[in-house]
């Protein structure tokens, strides 16, 4: 039996601008593309919406309603890259998922996206529809889109679904008793004519003649449909489409295939450095692929092929993306070594699993080259070396306090991410055994708008150490304390600058902070806080702390 899954992404546009804005959550903002007389509103923010801005209206007109709203232009063909990649990230559920229309760049009139999968006989995989449609759900979710998913049996009945159905639990679930033809058109009837896909100037002329819901559409005779709504709005044809009676193949998009080098040997070869002399055939071959498509590997696995029919792989990840020759030799050489031909490999296979756009650029005009592809081959040797959870880098988290402000992820990712065509680092890994920065040379992430960081170290200690505080009033400027036993007169001093405990994630006696920037007698610059305040109920009387170095 067809079914197939939509699943609508409305706000796409708008969320993925959010992950690289710097505006508060709160702030009226909307995204806006060039029309006919002048920005047309293409997405808003929730507290946009809340002051009467509408997507498809005029900026100037949603302006007269509220001046304070702020415009930011969209990018739409950025929003078809994301939704392409999604495409191809979708296949995790289904061999065949097509982006719902033809042409990408009629896919944002809304603001939104859609993809369209064919789930026929692959449902059971996830626990039956149910189960489906929550997973694609969660992992959305887990991406930050807001995804509306429905099933059904014909492509047009879902996409209707998902996007006008007025109850989740209706529109949303999988409902195989309305399969026929006749439960289809029950569950579609309440639903506006726009749900047929048809243009706008057909919509608003059904609309006029008070045909404003499918099932009204429905009773009237087909004949008479037929002579007044003819082409482009072929009123008939589409809601043959949503009930079933024409069919509407999905065609998916063709991927190009991976880049991929193979080399067939005429006799076994037993002996334990045959995996590296194929590399020396191997690499070339697929760096000319790369080389002709403008891409750099990301991720190389290497396949040995047994006479007995076994597979032996291995592969390595890069920091950036490279199709240096020597490089790509010099980290698969040792992964090679260890492959074990057992009755002999009989074949090779060498395959950029993921790779990206990668143009040739020149590093520098004037000035010295920034080092970058040094570095990141650095860290790939030493990946290889010393194992992927071993080489970290800083990335910032979501906190204001300062020892929060940043995490440590696996500095070479090996899954690339749909959401920016990178990689999704793992979280939570331990200190020990790693290869990281020293503790004093973690760095703080970028200000960001409302915070004050600007004035804030650039080497953090790993933990804020206790230290002894002389001072005039409890309440008053620092005068004198000691670090590490040494004694330390302040010259300078600049502060407050207060900081709450975050209440979401802190218990309640938690106490707030006053850091201070201050300089002593030697022009040695330290950040030191105070926590708490004599008679804040929250403990005895304040603690200090040294955070950071200046310098």
């Not at 059971?124 to 969660?138: I, S, T």
């Not at 906190?399 to 090996?414: F, Q």
Request: aromatic share 6%.
């Amino acid at each position: 039996m067809t079914r197939v899954l939509s699943i609508w992404l409305p706000n796409l546009a708008i969320e993925r601008w959010r992950k690289t804005s710097d505006f508060a959550p709160d702030s009226p903002v909307v995204l806006t593309v060039e029309g006919t007389h002048g920005p047309i509103i293409h997405a808003v923010t929730p507290a946009a919406a809340e002051r009467g801005a509408r997507t498809g209206a005029r900026l100037t007109d949603a302006r007269a309603l509220d001046p304070a709203l702020v415009a930011v232009p969209a990018d739409p063909a950025g929003d078809a890259v994301l939704l392409a990649r999604l495409a191809q990230w979708a296949g995790r559920w289904s061999p065949l998922v097509e982006v719902d229309g033809a042409d990408p760049s009629t896919l944002f009139g809304t603001g939104g996206g859609g993809l369209r999968l064919d789930i026929g006989g692959v449902a059971h995989l996830f626990g039956g529809e149910r189960g489906l449609v929550a997973d694609v759900r969660v992992r959305f979710a887990a991406f930050g889109l807001t995804a509306r998913v429905a099933a059904a049996p014909t492509a047009g009945a879902a996409w209707a679904l998902a996007r006008y159905s007025p109850s989740p639990l209706a529109g949303e679930g999988d409902s195989p008793e309305a399969s026929g033809e006749r439960g289809l058109a029950a569950q579609l009837s309440p639903l506006p004519v726009a749900a047929l896909r048809l243009d706008a100037d057909t919509v608003r002329t059904l609309e006029r003649l008070g045909l404003k819901t499918i099932g009204a559409l429905a009773e009237v005779p087909r004949l008479a449909l037929a002579r007044r709504f003819r082409g482009a709005g072929n009123v008939v044809d589409a809601l043959d489409r949503a009930i079933g009676r024409k069919r509407e193949p999905l065609t998916a998009a063709l991927e190009e295939p991976r880049p991929r080098a193979a080399l067939r040997l005429e006799e076994p070869a037993t002996h334990p450095e045959a995996a590296g002399q194929a590399l020396e055939r191997l690499i070339p071959e697929l760096v000319r692929q790369l080389q002709e498509r403008h891409l750099g590997a990301r991720r190389l696995v290497l396949h040995g092929f047994r006479v007995d029919g076994s597979v032996a792989t291995t592969g390595v990840a890069t920091a950036i993306a490279s199709r240096e020759p020597k490089h790509l030799q010099r980290l698969l050489a040792e992964k090679a070594a260890a492959l074990d031909p057992e009755f002999g490999f009989d074949a090779f296979a060498l395959k950029a699993d993921w790779s990206e756009t990668l143009d040739a650029a020149q590093d520098s005009l004037v000035e010295d080259p920034s080092g970058e592809p040094e570095l990141a081959r650095l860290v790939d040797r030493l990946t290889v070396k010393l194992g992927p959870r071993a080489v970290r880098r800083p990335e910032p988290q979501e906190s204001h306090l300062p020892e929060r402000a940043i995490g440590w992820v696996v500095a070479v990712m090996d899954s690339p991410s749909p959401l920016r065509g990178g990689g999704v680092g793992e979280r939570g890994l331990k200190r020990t055994n790693s290869l990281s920065l020293p503790p004093l040379c973690g760095s703080l992430p970028p200000p960001r708008r409302g915070e004050g960081l600007a004035n804030r170290p650039q080497r953090l200690l790993d933990r804020p150490e206790a230290i002894d505080v002389i001072y005039a009033t409890p309440e008053g400027m620092p005068r004198r304390f000691r670090w590490r036993r040494l004694v330390h007169d302040i010259a300078r001093v600049e502060g407050p600058e207060r900081i709450a405990p975050e209440w979401w994630r802190q218990p309640s006696s938690a106490r707030l902070r006053d850091y201070y920037r201050v300089e002593d007698g030697n022009g040695r610059r330290y950040w030191i806080y105070r926590e708490g305040l004599v008679g804040d109920g929250r403990g005895g009387l304040p603690s200090w702390f040294m955070h950071g170095l200046f310098g």
